[in-house]
Structures are given as structure tokens and as C-alpha cells.
């Protein structure tokens, strides 16, 4: 293997298209033998056309490095000799090298042959857990220096180094796991087959490993996985890390004074709620009095946030910044849902399946890899694409199977419950202690304090659990995936399985034929049935997109019985054959996959079956049930949600148990607004006794702020969509043009948002700026806002998600942009039905709900901007009604105290160029 001669390149181009007229403006070569890089070459090349202002902005290439430089046609032959008997590696191989054959083609050369290997797919297989696989992020992941991203010469080097470091870590993986990768490598799209068996090759007489098996998987041995244990009592340490850690740290009179709240709330088992607003270290604030008690009393303390996100950010962050306060190990435990966990006596059977897509192939290596390194068994630690996410749902752990003695010995679940039961801190998620099947577990019997950060979210997070859904997609999905006999699919697969060895009587096999043929027509004929009644309702609307509350539509429920009956039967078959086939051992592998997978889709069609029976079937008062649509694609845009109206029974059904005998504590740097304090604690079912403590951060805080008020903004509700979108759209050009970028700008509506974007990419003016809009560019909100970090001059537009739960410290975050005040559609079917259960009640709907919704929700928005008292940065609002309305100014007291200006676009452009003048 070491004799063989690779060479790494990186092409910079004016575009993505040599067909169009693109051209490659640098070119680098590293060459790489017996383990080593051994000689680089690097050319700037002259394109012989303008090079555009994005890709100089880019690349840091200007037309003056190239001028002096020779055409493509002057390097071909030399391009081409450096790359004959060696094989090609690119970071992202499916860009450089046909871009570099159509090149050496019109350069009159032949086409260059031989093995390709690409560093991406190379990365994505060998660090599955990685964020993202840009070669600058991946690089900066694996400490390699990369100095100029998006320079051929520096990518270059970057790249062989990468790939150097990966081939160390393949190497070091155990024998078994390679044999398992090379025998599906052959299905990747770069030629890494030829790497992993040099490499395999060169491992098979090695010694034995430290890896655990489970039949026959390497994974990481249980003894590894567990955190050592410190029992010891500290009291006296304790106590003194709290009173010395705000010296150590930074003057915060408001977090010692938190501090102390909560270590009285835990020591009396009595219930508190904060609201700590940003800056004043709301996290430390309660996580070291509660680690403070948990060591001291032995007993244990459960702290909750909204996301799986901000469980993981608790545990690698904020917990080992309280150990360096208190000079103490923190035992700590992170829990999550089951179906969080990997099911590995699933992904065994996986694993001896054929007939894979790329998607399914390329993430069942990733999960072979993964499991050489993890200690949890989070699926959520991998990095996985859309199409090998399907592949993941498969594998996660389930309450409808049960494991095996053997299985259990080394599930990952199992092992995190266990470390809980040791742990003084546990960590989880508002799902998870929601979830009553949680409620009644051995880890929470212990617990002295329940601490939910970010406490508003709870709300939201009860209402997921209750939810329902229908997706009309989803449900062809899974038909199409069983298939019937005539179509040779997974259900052809069952009957023969069945048939053969007997626990299927072919009448019961027949019968369930029958039954797929009708209740898949049924199902097509209800739900045609009601795109119908939905289109009947939406007839002269212009929108393409309706939305609307189910008890609104003229349909009768009981023609849906038909089709549950029909499938109901389906599965009560299906089942009876598969708890039948459990007692067969006469099995070969390949007749155990097709069970797996037909009990896999059965028990998906149980869960759908429960879900339709309560959406269409069993309407509950104190719940809204709505239906979603575009016009133009019926029935196949069908979805139904079903939601409770109110949580507060839901969350009392858990906390109610728990006053009086535990500590209840409420964190959230949200929790109230001016007109109605208690607007979030009232959803909670917290008690009127208790009172809300608020804590501020120092003063001088905001110094670094300022509010502008557009006021020559067209009123909203006087003029027409359109030319509201058209003033938007300059509005937010001419801002990132004075700030150089660096801009979130905030809808409310994904259809606004497309269409400002649209205006403003149409105009050209911001063609310099790297634009990033959620639902319009690719990735999920994390990865945009990575994408938007990275660039100097870069705009970020985004919704509902962007409002809150983003942190963007320092330069990185100039300016927030409000499009429109953060007010819920009253056309939105949730609110729609609970404002009619409000009217009823004789409460003003707008005063009590929407106006203290649309308020947290802009403070929410304002708290994305200062993080520190360091920050600075500008807050606009575009929509006038935050002025001309009465209840504007419930949006500004809620704001913290900083200037408030309202003023012209044009004003506001050069008070902008003279305020970062005097800041900077």
C-alpha cells in the first residue's frame, strides 16, 4: 500500500460549469507517497474572462493574480504527467476531476484514467459524528491548519492531510469492522473499496483488540462507557466553591443572588420561577447549587431543557465549567427518549440484508464505524443524509420490541438508565419527563429537585407529546414498502417465509392479500373524499396553500370506518403470524430479515392506526384538529394535526406528584411580559402563590444597543402584499449594505420570506453577500447558521425557529431586521380555536392571548443580539403598527432600557454609517 503514488488536487474556478464557459483560475497538486507528502505544485491560470465578484470574494483571487498567468492549455501536459499512474483524490471528487477532464479535453489532451478516491465520502465514513463535511469545517474539526479556505494550494495540503489522517484512523479500527466495511464497499461512489482492503490486508495477523462484540459487531466494551465514580461527601468544598465562584469568574450580583433562590428552593423542597434575562449566567446560576446539593445530600437533582441540542451543550459545556469553579467532578447523566438509542440486535439483522440503495449502504458503514467510538448509542451523534436517515428510524429502540437477555447486556438505553441511578445530576429533556412510561422509572425515585431551563418551552414541548398526526405520503409510504403478492415486495417475501415453514396458514396468508387490496383502495377513496370537502371550502381562495379547522370542512367521520376495520383486521393477522414465527428457530439469516422488516412496517401501521382513529374518529373537546394543503396537489398534500388546546393538566399530572416532596424550580429567560405577568406560568399550572423572581443582568449590559423604528414603512394593513415585500426588500438591502452584512432578518411567514429573497437576488444588489434562507437554502437551522458564521458578509433570513435558542456572540451578529410584529396568523387553526373557547369564556382573545404571545416572542428575537455586555448591534422593525397601534407600546416595555430611535430608511442608513463609527 505505502508504495502507491496518490495525488491530491484542488481546482478554484470562475463557476461550476465548463460546458458554460467557467474556467479553472488556480490549480494545486500535493503528491503523497509511502505515507508521506513529498511534492506540491500550484499554478494561477489565467481564465481569459472576467473572474465574478463573488468567487474574488470567495477564492481571495483577484484579476491581478492572473493576469500574468498562461492559459489552462499551457499546464495541460505538465497536469497531466504529475497525474499519470497515480490515483486521484479531491475533496469532493465529483466537481474537481470532471471539471478537470473537460478541461485537459479542450486543452486537446486525453482524458486522464484510473482510480478516484473522494475525501468526502472518505470523512462522512470514517468521522460519522462530524457537524458538517466542508473541508474547512471538517479540517478545523481534526486540527489541521488550514490557513486561506478556498485556495487551491491551501485546500490542497488541507485536504492530503486529511486524508492521511483518516487512512491512521481506518487502520486503527478492529479487523472485524473492516471486513464488514470492505464487503460493502463496493457500492460507494469513489473507489475507497481499493483502501480498505490495503488496509484490511495489512491488519489480518493482527493482535486481538480491546473491542467488546456484540455477535460478531465491534463496539466500544461496556467497562469503557461507564464514568468513574466519585461518592465521596464534600460539604465544606461545596459550600465554598459557591461563595468563592463569582469572584473567580466575573462580578454578577444577579447570579449569586439566583444562586442562592434556588439552593433555598432545593434545600425546602419548595417550588420557584426565575426569569433571568440574558447575560447574567442563567445556567451556572442554578447548575452549581444543584450539583452543590446533589453531592452533599446524595440525593439527586433532574435539570430539563426544551432540545436534545441543549442537553448535549449542558453536559460538553456548562458542566465542565462548574467543575473548574468548584474544583469538584460532577457525576452527571444524560438521558433521552428510547428512540434516541440504537437497537443493535436490529441493525444486526440489517446488516445481513442485500438488495441496499448508496443512502442505505454508505449509513450502515457509518453506523459500524460509529459504534468502534460511541459511549452512548445516540443515534443522534451521527451525521447522516436524508435517504440514509430511513435507514436510522429502522434501527432506533422501541417499546413495541422487546430485547433479548443478551441484547440487554449491552444496550446502550439499559446502560444510560443505569448511570442515572448513580449520577448526581441528571440530565434530560422536556419530552422525556413528560412522557408518563418515563414518569414511572427507577431513576427519577431519588430525585430531591426537578430544575426545567427554559421553562416557556415546556408548553410547546407537552403539546408534541400529545400530538397527532396524519401525513397522506407517509401512509403510501408504508404501503408501498409491504406492497401486495402480485408485486413481489416485502409482503411476497412474508407469504413464502410464512408459507414454508408453516406458523402462516395460506388462508390467513390470502386473506391478508385480500384485505391490503382494500384497504388500500379505501384509503384512496376517503381521502380523495376529503381533499374534496377540503377543496370545496378553498374554492375562490387565491392562496395555493389553505389551512383549516376539521370541524369547518362538510365530510361525514363514520366513512373512515370502512377503511380501519379493513386494516385493523390486516394487522391483527399479521401479528398473530409474527408472535407464531417467534418460536421457529430453523431460520437462515436472509428468511429472519424479512420478518424483522415486515414486523418493523406492521408496527408502523399499528402506530398510523391508533393516530387515525383518534384524528378522524374521536373528537375531544378540549383538543383542535386541523387540516393542511396546497391545491394544486390533491390528495397527495394532505396532512392532519391533532393538538390539545390547553397542557396544564398534563404537566400537573407529573409535577402535582412532586410538590411539596421535591424542589420545582422554573427557568427561562422568558417568562413573563408587562401586561401579563404570569401569562406563561398560567399555561404551566403553576400555582398563584408563587411569585416570579426576575433577575437582570449589570448594568451598562445593553450599552452596545440600539432600536430603530422605520417610519416611512408602508403601513401593512393599507397596502397590498406585494408592495409591502418590495419596501422589505429595500429596506433590508440598504441595511446590510451599511453593515456590511452580518444581518438576521425575521419573518413570521415562509411565503414572505421566499418572495423578499426572490426580490432581492432579482435586484443583483446584494450579489456580493453569501444569502442564506431557511426553507430555500439546503440544511438544517444549525448548519445555516454555521454557513452564515463563516462568511464576513453574510445575510441570514429566517422564521419561527430563529427567533429564539440561537447564540451568535461578538461581531458575528450586527443587526436583527423585524419584518412584521411576531403576531400569530388569526387564520392559524390553533389559534383559531382558542380564541373561540376564549371569546366564550367573555376574554378578549387578542389582549390575553396573541398580543402576550407576539411580545415574548419579540423579546425572544431581541435576546439574539447582545450575549454579552461586549455585543453591539442594531435592532429594526419595519412594521409601523409598533407605533401607530395602541398596543405598540406593550412591544417596547418589554424591551430592555436602550435608545429607541424612529426615524427614515435614509436617516437610518447614515445614523447606522456614524453609530459603528463611534462603537468601532
Avoid at 479500527?173 to 466495511?181: E, G, I, K
Avoid at 373512515?560 to 408472535?579: C, E, H, V
Avoid at 426588500?729 to 446590510?736: L, N
Avoid at 405598540?888 to 430611535?901: I, K, N, T, W, Y
Wanted: aromatic share 10%; charged share 25%.
Amino acid at each position: 500500500m505505502n508504495s502507491q503514488k496518490y495525488v491530491v488536487v484542488d481546482i478554484e474556478t470562475t463557476g461550476h460549469s465548463p460546458a458554460k464557459g467557467d474556467r479553472i483560475i488556480q490549480l494545486a497538486m500535493v503528491a503523497i507517497e509511502q505515507g508521506e507528502i513529498v511534492d506540491t505544485y500550484t499554478k494561477f491560470i489565467n481564465p481569459q474572462r472576467k473572474i465574478p465578484a463573488f468567487i474574488q470574494d470567495l477564492t481571495n483571487i483577484t484579476e491581478r493574480d492572473v493576469e500574468g498567468a498562461e492559459p489552462f492549455e499551457a499546464y495541460a501536459e505538465e497536469i497531466y504527467r504529475q497525474l499519470e499512474g497515480s490515483i486521484f483524490i479531491a475533496h469532493n471528487i465529483h466537481f474537481d476531476l470532471p471539471f478537470l477532464q473537460a478541461e485537459l479535453s479542450r486543452a486537446g489532451m486525453p482524458k486522464w484514467q484510473g482510480l478516484a478516491m473522494d475525501t468526502v465520502e472518505l470523512s462522512r465514513l470514517v468521522y460519522p459524528t462530524a457537524f458538517s463535511y466542508k473541508l474547512q469545517d471538517i479540517a478545523a474539526e481534526q486540527g489541521i491548519h488550514l490557513k486561506n479556505a478556498h485556495r487551491a494550494d491551501d485546500d490542497a495540503l488541507a485536504t492530503a492531510e486529511l486524508f492521511l489522517r483518516a487512512k491512521q484512523e481506518l487502520a486503527a479500527l478492529p479487523y472485524d469492522t473492516l471486513v464488514l466495511l470492505h464487503k460493502r464497499s463496493f457500492q460507494l461512489k469513489s473507489d475507497l473499496s481499493r483502501l480498505l482492503f490495503e488496509i484490511t490486508q495489512e491488519k489480518r495477523n493482527g493482535q486481538a483488540d480491546r473491542f467488546g462484540r456484540f455477535r460478531g459487531i465491534p463496539i466500544v466494551p461496556k467497562a469503557e462507557r461507564a464514568q468513574a465514580l466519585d461518592d465521596s461527601p464534600q460539604q465544606t468544598a461545596w459550600k465554598k466553591g459557591l461563595e468563592k465562584v463569582n469572584p473567580e469568574y466575573e462580578q454578577r450580583p444577579s447570579q449569586v443572588a439566583m444562586m442562592q433562590a434556588v439552593e433555598r428552593a432545593i434545600r425546602e423542597r419548595s417550588e420557584l420561577v426565575i426569569e433571568a434575562s440574558t447575560g447574567m449566567g442563567k445556567t451556572l446560576g442554578y447548575l452549581l447549587p444543584a450539583a452543590a446539593y446533589a453531592k452533599e445530600s446524595g440525593k439527586q437533582v433532574v435539570i430539563s431543557t426544551y432540545t436534545t441540542h441543549l442537553q448535549d451543550q449542558l453536559v460538553s459545556k456548562e458542566v465542565k465549567l462548574a467543575e473548574e469553579f468548584l474544583g469538584a467532578k460532577i457525576q452527571v447523566a444524560l438521558v433521552k427518549g428510547l428512540s434516541h438509542y440504537i437497537d443493535l440486535g436490529r441493525f444486526f439483522e440489517l446488516l445481513h440484508g442485500d438488495d441496499e440503495s448508496y443512502d442505505e449502504t454508505f449509513t450502515i458503514m457509518q453506523v459500524m464505524v460509529w459504534l468502534t467510538s460511541t459511549r452512548t448509542g445516540d443515534l443522534n451523534e451521527l451525521n447522516v443524509s436524508s435517504g440514509g436517515q430511513l435507514l436510522i428510524d429502522k434501527v432506533r429502540r422501541s417499546h413495541l420490541r422487546k430485547l433479548t437477555k443478551l441484547e440487554k447486556t449491552v444496550d446502550f438505553y439499559e446502560h444510560a438508565l443505569t448511570q442515572a441511578e448513580r449520577a448526581h445530576v441528571i440530565v434530560t429533556n422536556h419530552a422525556f419527563l413528560l412522557n408518563p412510561h418515563n414518569q414511572k422509572r427507577a431513576i427519577l425515585k431519588n430525585v430531591d429537585a426537578y430544575i426545567w431551563d427554559e421553562a416557556h418551552q415546556v408548553v410547546q414541548a407537552a403539546v408534541a407529546h400529545k400530538e397527532k398526526t396524519f401525513v397522506y405520503t407517509q401512509w403510501r409510504y408504508v404501503f408501498g414498502q409491504l406492497g401486495s403478492f402480485d408485486e413481489n415486495q416485502l409482503f411476497s417475501k412474508f407469504y413464502r417465509v410464512a408459507d414454508s415453514h408453516g406458523f402462516g396458514r395460506v388462508p390467513d396468508l390470502l386473506q391478508m392479500e385480500s384485505l391490503y387490496m382494500k384497504y388500500t383502495s379505501l384509503f384512496d377513496e376517503v381521502t380523495l373524499y376529503l381533499a374534496q370537502a377540503f377543496q370545496n371550502k378553498f374554492h375562490n381562495s387565491r392562496s395555493r396553500k389553505c389551512a383549516s379547522l376539521l370541524d369547518e370542512l362538510d365530510f361525514e367521520r363514520d366513512r373512515f370506518m370502512d377503511f380501519l376495520r379493513f386494516l385493523n383486521s390486516w394487522i391483527d393477522i399479521a401479528q398473530t403470524i409474527l408472535q407464531k414465527a417467534e418460536h421457529y428457530t430453523e431460520l437462515t439469516m436472509d428468511e429472519r430479515l424479512v420478518l424483522a422488516d415486515f414486523r418493523y412496517w406492521t408496527e408502523e401501521l399499528m402506530l398510523k392506526s391508533v393516530e387515525f382513529s383518534e384524528i378522524f374518529l374521536f373528537p375531544k373537546e378540549d383538543e383542535v384538529s386541523w387540516i393542511e394543503g396546497d391545491l394544486r396537489s390533491m390528495p397527495t398534500s394532505l396532512s392532519l394535526y391533532k393538538r390539545p388546546y390547553e397542557v396544564a393538566s398534563l404537566v400537573n399530572k407529573f409535577i402535582g406528584q412532586a410538590r411539596g416532596e421535591r424542589a420545582v424550580i422554573w427557568l427561562s429567560g422568558t417568562m413573563s411580559v408587562p401586561s401579563n405577568e404570569r401569562f406563561i406560568v398560567n399555561q404551566l399550572g403553576i400555582p398563584n402563590h408563587v411569585a416570579i423572581d426576575k433577575f437582570e443582568p449589570a448594568d451598562q449590559f445593553y450599552s452596545g444597543a440600539k432600536v430603530y423604528i422605520v417610519e416611512d414603512m408602508p403601513d401593512i394593513q393599507h397596502v397590498s402584499q406585494q408592495e409591502y415585500i418590495e419596501s422589505v426588500a429595500d429596506a433590508v438591502t440598504q441595511t446590510v449594505l451599511v453593515t456590511e452584512g452580518r444581518c438576521f432578518v425575521l419573518f413570521t411567514s415562509q411565503d414572505m420570506l421566499r418572495k423578499t429573497v426572490d426580490l432581492i437576488q432579482d435586484s443583483q444588489l446584494l450579489d456580493d453577500y453569501m444569502l442564506f434562507a431557511q426553507g430555500m437554502s439546503s440544511g438544517s437551522r444549525m448548519k445555516l447558521l454555521k454557513s452564515f458564521q463563516r462568511f464576513q458578509k453574510s445575510v441570514l433570513f429566517g422564521t419561527n425557529s430563529f427567533w429564539e435558542g440561537v447564540d451568535v456572540p461578538g461581531d458575528a451578529l450586527r443587526a436583527v431586521v423585524v419584518v412584521r410584529l411576531p403576531f400569530t396568523s388569526p387564520e392559524e387553526p390553533v389559534f383559531k380555536a382558542k380564541s373561540r373557547i376564549i371569546s366564550k369564556e367573555g376574554i378578549n382573545p387578542f389582549m390575553h392571548y396573541a398580543l402576550p404571545e407576539a411580545v415574548l416572542r419579540l423579546r425572544q428575537g431581541f435576546g439574539r443580539l447582545i450575549r454579552s455586555k461586549e455585543d453591539k448591534g442594531l435592532f429594526i422593525v419595519l412594521d409601523r403598527r409598533i407605533e401607530t397601534k395602541s398596543y405598540g407600546e406593550e412591544f417596547l416595555h418589554a424591551l430592555p432600557e436602550v435608545p429607541v430611535a424612529k426615524v427614515s430608511l435614509e436617516k437610518m442608513v447614515t445614523d447606522i454609517e456614524h453609530w459603528y463609527n463611534r462603537q468601532g
